[in-house]
């Protein structure tokens, strides 16, 4: 078993940054690969960001690509988002997921509500 817990979440005007964290605990998360997801309202879930722990490959949507930045720090067992340039169209719940896929992960955390207004 796999648990994720994410952080960071809020609410901030277009433009600004938020980052959020995502915990992860158990026996082989660190075998896996990392995602974030997110759904907006009336949105179907959609993949965000992805990064593996051994090589540190990422890899973006296009919506997110230049604006959104991964990454992990193996000491804390935390991955991380970091979102720049906020759009209001970012605005979505943030799910943190983990898996031998990480376009279709098979751990997923609670959730963190991001909120960009205009």
């Known amino acids: 078993q796999v648990q994720l817990l994410e952080s960071g979440g809020g609410l901030v005007q277009a433009g600004g940054s938020l980052r959020l964290s995502c915990a992860a605990s158990g026996r082989t998360f660190n075998t896996y690969a990392m995602a974030w997801f997110r759904q907006a309202p009336r949105k179907e879930r959609e993949f965000v960001a992805r990064?593996?722990?051994?090589?540190?490959?990422?890899y973006y949507a296009d919506s997110v690509k230049g604006r959104f930045t991964i990454s992990v720090d193996n000491a804390q067992n935390t991955v991380y988002l970091q979102m720049n340039s906020l759009k209001p169209e970012d605005t979505a719940v943030y799910y943190c997921?983990?898996?031998?896929?990480?376009?279709?992960?098979?751990?997923w955390g609670q959730g963190t509500q991001v909120t960009v207004s205009s």
């Open positions: 990064i593996t722990w051994s090589t540190r490959s990422t």
């Open positions: 997921a983990a898996g031998p896929s990480a376009i279709h992960p098979d751990y």
